[in-house]
């Protein structure tokens, strides 16, 4: 790698860790706790994608790759082991119920509109059967509890339950917040960094759409609602495919699950 592309790739990482970093500082968070982090992750990702072929990747070889000392990888090893650093989340499965209410057919009535549900029933679909489901083995109650907390669902009159929203997006620094802004992030730079490795032909979809000269700060308000319109219109059509997708008979045994999606975001540059 030359010079130039080394400093290149350092003023990227220079941009790209400012809003990150100002997030850090407004939660509290020092450069000596971020600098364990990022020692863990340079041993983690040394690793896992940087190994030879048909061998486990030493100590020694991990130390090379990131230039921390033996016994510095050593540590991080032993804290990425030991799980440390991870904290359950419960967006996953709160994402993938949301889904199952819209998208099953075993809990949508006429015009595929997501059903009452009782809390249980031996006799029909209910709330409990859902998350059975669709969350594997999460309980019932503290799921119910969770989606009536963020106002995704409610108890009608008749004791049943109605959902409010097909999409969680939870509040402030709630952990499946955290989670969700972690994975976001990681999803979009996954992709670019894909693109950046590849020949022409093989890249992943990823463009964006700006004004060059920027928008009149009074068209704001209209080029985000029209934003927020067709980007919710575009994504439920997606969606919708990969639900009609899982409906249909195939045998999971014989086909690799392959976690995909697309992601669309309103940006507005301070520069």
Known sequence: MTDSVRLGLLAAYRKLLQPLVRILI????????????LKSVFVEVAGRDF???DKKTSLSRI??????????????????????????????????VLEGWHGDPTFTGPYGLPM???????TGPSFVSL????????????????LIRVGAVEQTAAGAFKVLVRVYIPREFHPDALHRFGEVVRDFINTYEFNMDKV????RFERIVFAD????EELMPAFEALAR???????????????AQENVNVSTKTHRRIKTGVGVYHFISEE
């Open 200 to 203: 022409a032909g093989k890249s």
């Open 131 to 146: 998350v059975r489901q669709h969350s594997g083995d999460m309980a019932a109650r503290a799921m119910l509890d969770e």
């Open 63 to 96: 130390a090379i790759l990131t230039g921390l000392s033996r016994k510095e990888v050593a540590k991080q090893n032993e804290i990425l082991v030991s799980g440390a650093l991870n904290f359950d989340s419960n967006l996953n499965r709160v994402i993938r």
């Open 51 to 53: 190994g030879l072929p």
């Open 116 to 122: 009452e549900l009782p809390f249980e029933s031996s």
């Open 229 to 243: 319109a067709k980007g919710y219109k575009f994504l439920l059509e997606l969606n919708n495919w990969i639900n």
């Open 213 to 216: 000269n920027g928008l009149r």
């Open 26 to 37: 407004r939660s509290g968070i020092s450069f000596g706790e971020t600098a364990e982090v």
